[in-house]
Nanobody
Framework: QVQVVESGGGLVQPGGSLRLSCEAS????????RGWYRQAPGKERELVAD???????NYADSVKARFTASRDSAKNTAFLQMNSLKPEDTAVYYC???????????WGQGTQVTVSS
């Protein structure tokens, strides 16, 4: 069983910054952190940043130039640095973990980010 834990969320004023963390554990097989997603109230979960197989990172247009995603595959951790936050960034943020052997997808409980003055 794979456990995924996201952390680092909180309440921040517009223009502020937060750094989210994601840690995947629990399986003897390799785990791959595939990216960051978010879900705002009343909306579907959407992609924020996607780690591609060629080593690059794709970002949603709404967060380009403001968010930076990174991962340490050896440590099964990932980070999302969020700068110049806007109220519309308010959402629960999740990281997506995949087991290559089974293609099973795992999510954590998410971490709440609230941008408000």
């Amino acid at each position: 069983q794979v456990q995924v834990v996201e952390s680092g969320g909180g309440l921040v004023q517009p223009g502020g910054s937060l750094r989210l963390s994601c840690e995947a554990s629990g399986s003897i097989y390799s785990r791959i952190i595939r990216g960051w997603y978010r879900q705002a109230p009343g909306k579907e979960r959407e992609l924020v940043a996607d780690f591609t197989r060629d080593g690059s990172t794709n970002y949603a247009d709404s967060v380009k130039a403001r968010f930076t995603a990174s991962r340490d595959s050896a440590k099964n951790t990932a980070f999302l640095q969020m700068n110049s936050l806007k109220p519309e960034d308010t959402a629960v943020y999740y990281c997506k973990v995949v087991l290559p052997t089974t293609l099973s997808v795992y999510w954590g409980q998410g971490t709440q980010v609230t941008v408000s003055s």
